[in-house]
């Protein structure tokens, strides 16, 4: 069956551009999470979302990110006005159960270079 | 949250048993501890997850002591592809919506031919 899906794979914005990046979690998948990966660092959690609701945003690092999962299918990261610091790649991942240590299918993450 | 210490890096031969302890000494009474493998431009992949005692499932084993303060990853007769970044984290079961899984810089496994 198909994993987590996210697009685009790779994106590269000029500074002050807005991004938005995709992730299609495995369905039926009732927790989706985001991560910010900085080279050589392990996952850093941003944001969770049970279904739609988005529970715990405590990981976005500023308000120009911004999340959402409207339907409680796909989700999108957005980020606004980039600058060169949210360089890094965007991991998603959803799991079964709302359990944070149900077993989390990660996508293979969006490569994001700001210029 | 309970963080993680883990060696930075690791080299192994191939075909040897490789183990790579966790500490986490701040464990609480209803925290997992799990460990999740990444490879280079992939997501994490989860591995192994234990309570206490051992587990074992068809890659991998896990060793946790009775205090619980640490864990052992054992993976047996590693191959050229077992070479990876292995995260071990800790976290509470019984919480939902909450974040608090710590992947920490991981141990870097590279595996010699």
């Known amino acids: 069956g198909a994993g987590v899906s996210q697009s685009p794979r790779y994106k590269v914005a000029k500074r002050g551009q807005d991004v938005a990046l995709r992730c299609d979690p495995i369905s039926g998948h009732v927790s989706l999470f985001w991560y910010q990966q900085a080279l050589g660092q392990g996952p850093e959690f941003l944001t969770y979302f049970q279904n739609e609701a988005q529970l715990d945003k405590s990981g976005l690092p500023s308000d120009r990110f911004f999340a959402e999962r409207p339907e409680g299918s796909v989700s999108t990261l957005k980020i606004q006005r980039t600058q060169q610091e949210d360089s890094a790649v965007y991991l998603c991942?959803?799991?079964?159960?709302?359990?944070?240590?149900?077993?989390?299918?990660f996508g293979p993450g969006t490569r994001l270079t700001v210029l | 949250l309970a963080k993680t210490t883990q060696p930075i890096s690791m080299d192994s031969y191939e075909g040897q048993e490789v183990n790579i302890t966790c500490s986490h000494n701040n464990i609480a009474t209803n925290d997992y501890i799990t460990w999740y493998q990444q490879f280079p431009s992939q997501g994490p992949r989860f591995i192994i997850q234990?309570?206490?005692t051992k587990v074992t499932n068809e890659v991998a084993s896990l060793f946790i002591p009775a205090d619980r303060k640490s864990s052992t990853l054992s993976l047996p007769r590693v191959s050229l592809s077992d070479t990876a970044v292995y995260y071990c984290?800790?976290?509470?079961?019984?919480?939902?919506?909450?974040?608090?899984?710590?992947f920490g810089t991981g141990t870097r496994l590279t595996v010699i031919p």
């Open positions: 991942a959803s799991s079964l159960g709302t359990s944070v240590n149900n077993e989390q299918f």
């Open positions: 234990g309570y206490k």
């Open positions: 984290l800790v976290g509470d079961g019984y919480q939902t919506g909450a974040n608090n899984l710590f």
